[in-house]
């Protein structure tokens, strides 16, 4: 069954700190990947996404993820994280087939920055 | 452009009543989720629809939970009779498609309570 691991549930940093989430994933083929922000009281919203092509990936927000199969991961990363970073981050995959559509998320990393 | 506007933001209801949230789409979305979040089991699709039409319910837990989507800007999520165990924050996406690339916009989300 296709799964989405963030390891890291709360991750505290300092501002101007670099920032790197850890997602891992299960899935038999070539996976769609995602990183959505949650921030308080809102709903999601898309950071980035890999389908094919260069691994790493860059995204809004000053935000990029680098794709490894190898390692079945797809981490987040920023070199130097903002105070209005501190949200919940989430990975996701998309295991859809035909127009079957299923988007499985991970249990979200929160984010706390620190002045 | 609105976003995807979800109503209410917040519910409080008594055990056995029933509850009814709403979601309006980005105009021109065609495809139209409902994800439920809890602590729990994190963020799980329920129903998805595609030009009004409901493509995928297997995600909805019982038939105490229903959903209609009667015209292309208007959505319903019924949960007849509510229980405590629903309490949640329900959140309504739109796409312009149900093809992988086409991104899901999330709305801010209905934090329902059920005492």
């Known amino acids: 069954a296709q799964s989405v691991t963030q390891p890291d549930i709360h991750i505290t940093v300092s501002e101007g700190a670099s920032l790197e989430l850890r997602c891992n994933y299960s899935?038999?083929?070539?996976?769609?990947l995602f990183w959505y922000v949650q921030s308080p009281g809102q709903g999601l919203q898309l950071l980035l996404k890999?389908?094919?092509?260069?691994?790493l990936v860059q995204g809004i927000k000053g935000f990029e993820a680098e794709f490894k199969r190898s390692q079945s991961s797809f981490n987040l990363r920023k070199p130097s994280v903002h105070w209005s970073d501190a949200a919940e981050y989430f990975c996701?995959?998309?295991?859809?087939?035909?127009?079957?559509?299923?988007?499985?998320f991970g249990s979200g990393t929160q984010l706390t920055v620190l002045p | 452009d609105a976003g995807v506007i979800q109503s209410p933001r917040h519910e409080v209801t008594e055990m056995g009543q029933e509850v009814t949230l709403r979601c309006k789409p980005i105009?021109?979305?065609?495809?139209l989720f409902w994800y439920r979040q809890t602590m729990m089991r994190g963020l799980e699709l329920l129903i998805y629809?595609?030009?009004?039409?409901?493509?995928?319910d297997s995600g909805m837990p019982e038939d105490r939970f229903s959903a209609k989507m009667p015209n292309a800007s208007f959505s319903t999520l019924k949960i007849q009779p509510s229980e405590p165990r629903d309490s949640a924050v329900y959140f309504c996406?739109?796409?312009?498609?149900?093809?992988?690339?086409?991104?899901?916009?999330f709305g801010p989300g209905t934090r329902l309570t059920v005492l």
């Open positions: 996406a739109s796409s312009s498609g149900l093809a992988t690339y086409n991104e899901q916009f």
């Open positions: 899935y038999g083929a070539t996976p769609y």
């Open positions: 890999y389908f094919s092509g260069d691994t």
């Open positions: 996701a995959v998309d295991h859809s087939s035909g127009s079957a559509r299923q988007l499985t």
């Open positions: 105009s021109g979305h065609n495809s």
């Open positions: 629809f595609n030009n009004n039409v409901p493509i995928d």
